[in-house]
C-alpha cells in the first residue's frame, strides 16, 4: 500500500509563488506514477499534471501550462508541485496521487490508487 503526504499549502497573495511536496512510501517506485490534482469550491476535481517515475516524462494540463512546474526527487522519493504566478481561482485544495500505470496520459483521477490528504491552498485577490 502506497502512503502520500502532502505539504506546503498556505495563504499566498496573487502573483505569488508556492512549493508542494509530496512524500511517497510504502513500495518501491520503479514503475510509478504521481498526479496532481485540485478541487476547487463548486467545481469538479481537476487534473494538473503528472510525472512518471519510470522515465520522467511529464504532463501539464493546458490550464495551468507554463505556471507550474511537476518534478521529482528520486533518491528522497519526494514531488513537487512548484506555482507560480498564483492567481485567485488557483485556490483550493490539491492532492497528490499515486499509481502504477505507466503510458502517455495520467488525467483521470480513477486511474490513481492512492491520495495524499490534501493541503489547502488559497490566494488572495
Known amino acids: 500500500q502506497v502512503q502520500l503526504v502532502e505539504s506546503g499549502g498556505g495563504l499566498v497573495q496573487a502573483g505569488g509563488s508556492l512549493r508542494l511536496s509530496c512524500a511517497v512510501s510504502?513500495?518501491?517506485?520503479?514503475?510509478?506514477?504521481m498526479g496532481w490534482f485540485r478541487q476547487a469550491p463548486g467545481i469538479e476535481q481537476e487534473f494538473i499534471g503528472a510525472?512518471?517515475?519510470?522515465?520522467?516524462?511529464?504532463y501539464y494540463s493546458r490550464s495551468i501550462l507554463g505556471r507550474f512546474t511537476i518534478s521529482r526527487e528520486n533518491a528522497k522519493n519526494m514531488g513537487y508541485l512548484e506555482m507560480y504566478g498564483l492567481k485567485a481561482e488557483d485556490t483550493g485544495i490539491y492532492y497528490c496521487?499515486?499509481?502504477?500505470?505507466?503510458?502517455?496520459?495520467?488525467?483521470?483521477?480513477?486511474?490513481?490508487?492512492?491520495w495524499g490528504q490534501g493541503t489547502q491552498v488559497t490566494v488572495s485577490s
Open positions: 510525472i512518471s517515475w519510470r522515465d520522467g516524462n511529464i
Open positions: 496521487a499515486g499509481t502504477d500505470y505507466y503510458g502517455n496520459f495520467y488525467g483521470t483521477a480513477s486511474m490513481y490508487d492512492s
Open positions: 510504502g513500495r518501491t517506485l520503479s514503475n510509478f506514477a
